[in-house]
């Protein structure tokens, strides 16, 4: 599947990279539709297909006092109006075998967060679906991996797979991009960068994650120049009183910049 291929999800056929881009967590219905409505009108003016992205909830918490949901249900519904409202596709994380069926029935596309991309039952489950597949290398795994945890998806009577990379773990408490992989997983499945992600500082003393996000742009430019086929991030209206991975999210009014240089960049690297 290449980039057009990937762009005819949004009924596109535009040259632009595709954007999955929302909240880290579903927060409200009003949040949601409002990121949802600013990214489109944003999206729409640079050619950039677009998809929502919002977790419906948080399974991997450092602490269990921290935010996890509003609800699955409540979430999920949130998820399906933002998908019907503006006319995009939506994307939310999974955590076992038994949320597949249920997300399925809301959502266009279903990820596999990093930690559990090699949990061959959770992959399994989500590709019978038949939806797209999303799969986060995880931190501790080469690229070379990811065409085994791909394979699972075809295996299954899937072909629609997706690899999204997130970082890689350094030391305790960081994580670094090694854009070698790029190239690498694109032999296996089109690439999304995940730049929030990556720029995540986990494992603090705190035990609430950390991150960089002055550092957003640098590594989306890069990822851009390197011929990945999507940007993933996560932007929120007041990062800083976002109930889940607040240290690293893109503030809303921050976006249409950010996609304008992505954009200028991609159209670059198209005509070369």
């Known amino acids: 599947m290449n980039l057009s291929a990937l762009a005819n ?20 219905e009003n949040m949601a539709l409002k990121v949802a409505e600013t990214a489109l009108k944003i999206t729409d003016k640079l050619g950039i297909p677009y998809v929502f992205k919002g977790s419906f909830k948080k399974a991997n918490r450092s602490r269990v006092d921290s ?17 019907e409202t503006f006319d995009i596709p939506t994307i939310t994380d999974i955590h076992k075998e038994s949320d597949a069926e249920m997300a399925a029935a809301y959502v266009d596309i279903l990820q596999i967060p990093a930690f559990l991309v090699r949990q061959t039952d959770l992959v399994v489950a989500a ?12 931190q501790f795994m ?28 350094f030391g305790y408490q960081d994580l ?11 032999q296996y499945a089109p690439v999304i960068l995940d730049v929030t992600h990556s720029l995540q500082q986990p494992n603090q003393a705190s035990g609430v994650t950390g991150g960089r996000p002055a550092l957003i742009e640098t590594v989306a430019k890069a990822g851009i120049a390197v011929g990945v086929d999507g940007i993933f991030l996560e932007t929120h ?14 503030p809303l009014e921050r976006l249409e910049a950010l996609l304008q240089n992505l954009a200028r960049i991609r159209e670059t690297i198209v005509s070369l």
């Open 237 to 250: 209206p007041d990062p800083k009183t976002a109930k889940s991975d607040g240290a690293n999210q893109l």
């Open 67 to 83: 935010f996890t949901g509003i609800g699955d249900e409540k979430a999920l519904a949130i998820l399906r109006k933002v998908g």
């Open 9 to 28: 999800i949004t009924h596109s056929k535009s040259d632009q990279f595709l954007l999955i881009a929302g909240p880290c967590a579903i927060e409200s």
């Open 142 to 169: 080469g690229p070379e991996s990811m065409q085994f945890a791909v394979q699972k998806v075809i295996d299954s009577g899937n072909s629609n797979a997706w690899i999204t990379e997130r970082g890689t773990t």
């Open 127 to 138: 590709a019978k679906t038949q939806k797209v597949i999303n799969l986060k290398k995880g």
């Open 176 to 186: 670094v991009i090694d854009y070698r992989g790029i190239p690498v997983m694109r």
